[in-house]
């Protein structure tokens, strides 16, 4: 269902945001495969699954910000099965903006997918 909204209201590009987000945010934890960016970085134990919800919760957040409280509600849900502790809040930080890691201090460049204005 979300997918069919996601596709009626801004096709092909926020999709294919939404799953750059989350690859370049799991990738940066695992490294293995090349990035398609490159400049993501995560810490080293940092938890892929809580870099996957905070990327995937950034992303719909922007492009939909009045299902904003649904979004919210659905992340502390998934952030809940990931154990508390320094491995989570180094996976959400791999989406955070402004997170001062390995990146120099920039923010994850795929932020800027949630910035771009859809024509």
Not at 42 to 69: E, I, M, W
Not at 90 to 112: E, H, K, L, Q, Y
């Amino acid at each position: 269902m979300l997918l069919d909204v996601v596709m009626n209201k801004f096709g092909c590009y926020a999709v294919a945001a939404f799953a750059l987000a989350m690859f370049e945010a799991v990738n940066a934890v695992t490294g293995d495969y090349e990035p398609y960016l490159g400049t993501v970085c995560a810490k080293t134990g940092a938890s892929a699954d809580a870099a996957a919800v905070a990327a995937a919760h950034r992303v719909l957040s922007t492009y939909f910000p009045a299902a904003a409280p649904t979004l919210d509600a659905a992340r502390v849900v998934s952030l809940a099965a990931i154990p508390d502790g320094q491995a989570e809040a180094d996976g959400i930080a791999v989406s955070t903006p402004n997170t001062t890691m390995s990146s120099g201090g920039r923010s994850p460049r795929f932020t800027a997918l949630t910035r771009t204005t859809i024509h």
